[in-house]
């Protein structure tokens, strides 16, 4: 019997255990199908106007913001979606709105920009004018750390955020005006605690103001969650090699994602092909019933990447090119 045939049965093994062992009778648990579209975009690239290491981006309103963790100036704002140099602000230091650290960028359904990371643990509301000026409003304190993720602010108030702390990695609301932890999802464990960076569990966190994106980075699988109640709504599970990865021998997955307001964006990598190489990362875009929609493949694939669903367009960067940012007509 082949390998693939073997991976094939595995695969459907696995799906049929996962469909009869979903705690809540409310899951749809899927195999992933295949996309109906699939487009291949050539990237407009655009100097990126200063030295920076592009990281994280958030777009708002009229402005892309990108963080760069290693330059004097953390981040960087530019006019979208012609991605027009306009400012670089958020010092590097200890000072009250500087970033001993690294800046978060929060995504929300609001048209305010929010920063985590001032003085190590406040969170900020920045507005950028139209002469290029930054200003900071109003903030919050967590009076907590944790090693955070992914974060996504719900209504101005609630946060909501990954966090990889031992003993397992979890997903959690925090009421931000009431200082009070009010939910939290715990990712099952399938490794020993010392072995957390290499579960199997391991995956990033998306969410809009209804639905949390779970993708995960061993696994060829989508978990979508309701955010009120952070219930497991549905599971889209394709075929994949079960391993045990370590960190010279490992197939990703899932490498990230971006909740919208119709769809959803997952950079999916893939497995090694028969040389032993991966395939050029993709974008899949799904439906928040779970329907695949389009699969787009790049002549330079993205690595950080912002969907600008008004402007049908994608914004990315890749190490390949740093002093470059990259626009995906779509």
């Known amino acids: 019997m082949s390998a693939r045939i073997m991976r094939?049965?595995?695969w459907?093994?696995?799906?049929?255990?996962?469909?009869?062992?979903?705690?809540?009778?409310?899951?749809?648990?899927?195999?992933?199908?295949?996309?109906?579209?699939?487009k291949k975009i050539r990237a407009v690239r655009i100097p990126a106007g200063e030295t920076m290491n592009?990281?994280?981006?958030?777009?708002?309103?009229?402005?892309l913001i990108i963080e760069s963790i290693l330059s004097p100036k953390m981040l960087f704002v530019y006019s979208a979606p012609?991605?027009?140099f306009v400012c670089a602000t958020g010092n590097k230091g200890n000072g009250p709105d500087e970033f001993p650290s690294i800046p978060f960028l929060i995504d929300s359904q609001t048209d305010s920009i929010y920063v985590f990371g001032y003085g190590l643990r406040y969170l900020k509301s920045m507005a950028v004018d139209s002469a290029a000026g930054v200003r900071l409003t109003e903030r919050y304190a967590l009076l907590f750390h944790e090693a955070f993720n992914s974060m996504h602010l719900l209504k101005d108030s609630v946060l909501v955020y990954q966090t990889v702390m031992?003993?397992?990695y979890s997903i959690k609301k925090y009421n931000l005006r009431q200082n009070e932890m009010i939910g939290e999802l715990k990712m099952e464990r399938e490794s020993p605690q010392e072995e957390l960076a290499w579960d199997l569990s391991r995956g990033k966190m998306a969410a809009n103001d209804s639905v949390i994106v779970y993708v995960y980075l061993y696994k060829n699988q989508i978990d979508l969650y309701d955010l009120e109640t952070l219930e497991?709504?549905?599971?889209?599970?394709?075929?994949?090699?079960p391993q045990q990865p370590t960190f010279k021998d490992e197939e990703l997955y899932y490498v990230?994602?971006?909740?919208?307001?119709?769809?959803?964006y997952a950079l999916f990598k893939g497995e090694r092909n028969a040389e032993g190489k991966n395939p050029s990362n993709t974008i899949e875009v799904y439906d928040y019933d779970g329907n695949p929609v389009v699969r787009y493949r790049f002549d330079i694939p993205p690595l950080y990447f912002?969907?600008?669903?008004?402007?049908?367009?994608?914004?990315?960067?890749?190490?390949?090119?740093?002093d470059t940012l990259l626009r995906y007509d779509l």
């Open 82 to 84: 012609d991605l027009r």
């Open 166 to 168: 031992p003993p397992q």
């Open 232 to 241: 497991l709504k549905k599971r889209i599970v394709g075929e994949y090699k």
């Open 306 to 322: 912002y969907p600008d669903e008004k402007n049908n367009c994608i914004y990315a960067t890749h190490p390949s090119c740093m």
């Open 8 to 10: 094939k049965l595995l």
């Open 54 to 63: 592009p990281g994280h981006m958030l777009q708002k309103g009229d402005y």
């Open 256 to 264: 990230s994602a971006f909740a919208g307001k119709k769809y959803f």
């Open 12 to 38: 459907v093994l696995s799906l049929a255990v996962l469909l009869f062992s979903c705690g809540n009778r409310d899951t749809v648990v899927t195999a992933k199908r295949a996309f109906p579209q699939e």
